[in-house]
């Protein structure tokens, strides 16, 4: 188990896999439809449901294409085939609470088997037997899923929360051993998702803008909107990134596994969420910037940005990549510049928002300067 891995781990992402993450995240771009239309705690509860067992598939398929190497023509075939089941349950996302939740329920259980299925084709054997023990765990969640699909209303949210709950559970009664990570592929793989979801922010703004004269004030609207999201970019993508891949390659693989769970599963989802939030109350920004917004659009905003910055200081505590005092206390004082969005408009908490991720960069960027 030791040796054995090192002669077949993959050191890159593939074009196949940037592709099915392209696919992917088509899922996040229809969550922040959901949260745009229902700014609400219905709409942010739906979102959370549908968000948890996405994202734990999508790790699966992070953690398989980690193991198993899509070269063969069955195997890619495999893999489109999931890239369309991804393809239709995001295609029921807007109205998954309604008349389109069994649809989702069948994709998802679709995107399930076909990551079991492919997973069995790992070459280390330790890696097979361990996705045969977890894959019922993962069916179970699946028809649950199903289930909830089908009966609707009241049912539908307690199934589909009791099914992501337990699929996060899983880790900690199943464990992670026999599974095995190339943290090279593993990082990489995470911070390409990372990446376009970021760039949904930015589409986000060209949706509320595309009905817009282009004059001086869309061009001031759309600066700070990207300025916002070239912050959520430097905090993940100025070395975290980097030190994240080293972090791990420094652990004993059973602890990588573990680590790999909670740093890249459990705590990017707050990141994820944050950003669903922060679109979907982008395109409402760019197309009234001046308008105030109600509570709920401005604290969707605000706490996107808390969420975001929440998960990435649980991130780098995990993998010891860097103290988050000043990430902490941003998240913080977002919830703060709330009232802003309320009293004045979406324009002045996004420039707001923007002065603060600046300032916390700047405080990293001047202690490590003083350190080194």
């Given at each position: 188990m030791a040796t054995a891995p090192d002669t077949h781990q993959p050191e890159r992402v593939t074009t196949l896999e940037l592709f099915f993450d392209l696919v992917f995240v088509f899922t996040?771009?229809?969550?922040?439809?959901?949260?745009?239309?229902?700014?609400?705690?219905?709409?942010?509860l739906r979102v959370v449901e549908m968000l948890g067992v996405i994202w734990w598939m999508y790790g699966g398929y992070a953690w398989m294409t980690n193991a198993v190497n899509a070269n063969t023509t069955l195997r890619r075939l495999v893999l489109f085939a999931a890239m369309g089941a991804y393809f239709v349950?995001?295609?029921?996302?807007?109205?998954?609470?309604?008349?389109?939740?069994?649809?989702?329920?069948?994709?998802?259980?679709?995107?399930?088997?076909?990551?079991?299925?492919?997973?069995?084709?790992?070459?280390?054997?330790?890696?097979?037997?361990?996705?045969l023990t977890l894959a019922p765990f993962n069916l179970f969640a699946a028809l649950v899923v199903v289930t909830g699909g089908a009966l609707g209303g009241t049912a539908q949210y307690v199934l589909w929360g009791a099914a992501g709950l337990f699929e996060w559970l899983t880790p900690l009664f199943r464990g992670t051993s026999g599974f095995l990570i190339a943290p090279a592929h593993f990082v990489e793989r995470h911070g390409l998702v990372v990446i376009v979801a970021i760039g949904e922010s930015v589409v986000a703004i060209g949706f509320g803008a595309s009905q817009l004269p282009v004059d001086g004030s869309l061009v001031a609207?759309?600066?700070?909107?990207?300025?916002?999201?070239?912050?959520?970019?430097?905090?993940?993508?100025?070395?975290?990134?980097?030190?994240?891949?080293?972090a791990l390659t420094a652990l004993p693989q059973l602890e990588r596994a573990q680590a790999s769970v909670r740093a890249f599963g459990y705590w990017h989802m707050p990141m994820l969420l944050g950003i669903i939030a922060i679109a979907a109350v982008a395109r409402e920004a760019t197309a009234h910037p001046f308008s105030s917004l109600t509570w709920a659009r401005a604290a969707i905003l605000g706490g996107g940005v808390a969420a975001y910055l929440a998960g990435d200081v649980?991130?780098?505590?995990?993998?010891?990549?860097?103290r988050g005092r000043w990430r902490?206390?941003?998240?913080?004082?977002?919830?703060?510049?709330?009232?802003?969005?309320?009293?004045?408009?979406?324009?002045?908490?996004?420039?707001?928002?923007?002065?603060?991720?600046?300032?916390?960069?700047?405080?990293?960027?001047?202690?490590?300067?003083?350190?080194?």
């Open positions: 996040l771009t229809q969550l922040t439809t959901v949260l745009f239309e229902a700014p609400n705690g219905r709409g942010l349950l995001a295609l029921s996302i807007p109205n998954a609470f309604g008349g389109t939740g069994l649809a989702f329920g069948i994709a998802y259980l679709c995107v399930v088997v076909m990551h079991s299925a492919l997973f069995t084709q790992a070459n280390v054997a330790s890696v097979v037997r361990a996705i609207v759309a600066g700070v909107g990207l300025a916002l999201s070239a912050c959520l970019w430097w905090l993940y993508f100025g070395g975290d990134d980097e030190r994240a891949e080293h649980a991130f780098r505590a995990e993998l010891g990549i860097g902490a206390g941003g998240a913080l004082l977002s919830l703060f510049v709330i009232p802003v969005g309320v009293a004045v408009s979406p324009f002045a908490e996004t420039a707001v928002l923007v002065a603060l991720l600046l300032a916390v960069i700047l405080a990293e960027a001047t202690r490590e300067r003083v350190i080194g």
